[in-house]
């Protein structure tokens, strides 16, 4: 976000973990061949449970190479594969609908699109000027983005970019007073999830979660923790939401249901969980945690049990996306 405010959200939410950080410095220039040394994730026989039955594949943005890039790996733990090698930091990655493409963020601003084997990527020529968080619609049809600006004033909207050949444009779509963030697609495509910025004091920040009627363009808040709450993730069952918040003083992953406003919290350990996203069916979550002593994918069953580890030795990984397909291009 604008750098005032947007470094403040960032210096509350992750001043816990400043020996991660150093730990990322020291080890940096160690990145490739700490890499080279451990491609290896946990056995097929351990992993076997981590998602069994479960298909997809899982893309997340990673430091093991000694830079920020994609990269992607099975849910029971294997191939492990890196998709993008640039001097840029790739990040935020999400699937398009088919699983063939998957749109990322860069440390400059800029929104890519390239296939699921990270073969052709395309910049968006959105001509704003810092843009992150990009998710596909349902249909496959456009994006929606999160664009932050300075000047005039500190703000962040969500912003849509219109993939057809015909109608390729990109055009504000959410715009309030306070700064939007984390947009999240309902799976019928009508409807938009995502946080608001409500209120900064000094060490906590509050934001809370909205939901935007696309046929009407009306906004309702659906919650009123007076927390931190972030990275939204909608589940493909369209009931509920996972999210990370702090609102019991770490961060944990949380849901909440749609019908009765019933929040449940998923994990409660003193390391950091967040990043949550819902497998294909609903079934599990795939999240990041500091739990075992460095930021590392994790998988758990959708009611917070059964959470076992995914990848090791990543230095520092994040921002992971399960494809939304089951096998061979079906949903």
Same mark, same amino acid.
């Given at each position: 976000m604008?750098? =005032?405010?947007?470094?403040?959200?960032?210096?509350?939410?992750y001043?816990?973990?400043?020996?991660?950080?150093?730990?990322l410095i020291l080890?940096?220039?160690y990145?490739?061949?700490?890499a080279e040394?451990?491609?290896?994730?946990p056995?097929?026989?351990?992993s076997?449970?981590?998602?069994d #039955?479960?298909?997809?594949k899982i893309?997340f &943005?990673?430091?093991?190479s000694?830079?920020w890039?994609?990269w &992607?790996?099975?849910?029971?733990g294997s191939?492990?594969t890196?998709?993008t090698?640039?001097?840029d930091e790739?990040r935020?990655?999400a699937w398009?609908?088919?699983?063939k493409?998957?749109a990322?963020?860069t440390? =400059?601003?800029?929104?890519?699109?390239?296939n699921?084997d990270?073969?052709g990527a395309k910049?968006l020529?959105?001509n704003?000027e810092?843009?992150n968080?990009?998710v596909?619609s349902p249909?496959?049809?456009s994006?929606?983005?999160v664009?932050?600006?300075?000047?005039?004033?500190?703000d962040?909207?969500?912003?849509i970019?219109?993939l057809?050949e015909?109608?390729?444009k990109?055009?504000?779509m959410?715009?309030q007073k306070?700064m939007?963030?984390?947009?999240?697609f309902?799976?019928?495509?009508?409807?938009?999830?995502?946080t608001k910025l409500?209120l900064?004091?000094?060490? =906590?920040i509050?934001?809370?979660?909205?939901i935007f009627?696309l046929?009407?363009g009306?906004?309702e808040q659906?919650t009123?923790?007076?927390?931190?709450?972030?990275?939204?993730?909608?589940s493909?069952l369209?009931?509920r939401l996972?999210?990370? &918040?702090?609102?019991t003083? #770490?961060?944990?992953?949380?849901?909440i249901?749609l019908d009765?406003r019933e929040?449940?919290?998923l994990t409660?350990?003193?390391?950091f969980?967040?990043?949550?996203?819902?497998s294909p069916?609903?079934?599990?979550?795939v999240f990041?945690?500091?739990?075992?002593?460095t930021k590392?994918?994790w998988?758990?069953n959708?009611d917070?049990?059964?959470?076992?580890?995914?990848t090791?030795?990543?230095i520092?990984?994040k921002?992971?996306a399960w494809s939304p397909?089951?096998?061979?291009?079906? =949903?």
């Amino acid at each position: 976000m604008k750098k =005032r405010i947007w470094n403040t959200v960032q210096g509350a939410r992750y001043r816990k973990f400043r020996s991660v950080i150093i730990s990322l410095i020291l080890m940096g220039s160690y990145g490739i061949l700490v890499a080279e040394i451990d491609k290896e994730t946990p056995s097929k026989r351990e992993s076997k449970t981590l998602a069994d #039955n479960v298909q997809g594949k899982i893309v997340f &943005s990673s430091y093991r190479s000694g830079n920020w890039e994609l990269w &992607s790996i099975n849910p029971d733990g294997s191939e492990l594969t890196q998709l993008t090698y640039t001097k840029d930091e790739e990040r935020t990655p999400a699937w398009s609908p088919d699983g063939k493409k998957i749109a990322y963020s860069t440390n =400059r601003g800029e929104i890519w699109i390239m296939n699921a084997d990270g073969t052709g990527a395309k910049k968006l020529p959105l001509n704003l000027e810092r843009n992150n968080q990009p998710v596909w619609s349902p249909d496959g049809r456009s994006i929606i983005f999160v664009s932050y600006v300075v000047v005039p004033k500190e703000d962040s909207d969500i912003w849509i970019w219109e993939l057809g050949e015909e109608t390729k444009k990109v055009r504000r779509m959410i715009s309030q007073k306070e700064m939007e963030g984390y947009p999240s697609f309902s799976p019928d495509g009508k409807q938009i999830a995502f946080t608001k910025l409500m209120l900064r004091l000094p060490e =906590r920040i509050v934001e809370e979660i909205w939901i935007f009627e696309l046929e009407t363009g009306e906004c309702e808040q659906i919650t009123t923790i007076g927390a931190d709450i972030f990275q939204i993730d909608w589940s493909p069952l369209g009931d509920r939401l996972a999210f990370a &918040s702090n609102q019991t003083g #770490n961060y944990d992953i949380w849901t909440i249901t749609l019908d009765d406003r019933e929040l449940k919290q998923l994990t409660n350990d003193p390391a950091f969980d967040g990043n949550p996203s819902w497998s294909p069916d609903g079934s599990k979550i795939v999240f990041v945690s500091t739990r075992s002593g460095t930021k590392e994918l994790w998988i758990m069953n959708a009611d917070g049990s059964g959470k076992q580890q995914l990848t090791t030795n990543s230095i520092c990984s994040k921002d992971p996306a399960w494809s939304p397909v089951r096998e061979e291009g079906k =949903r």
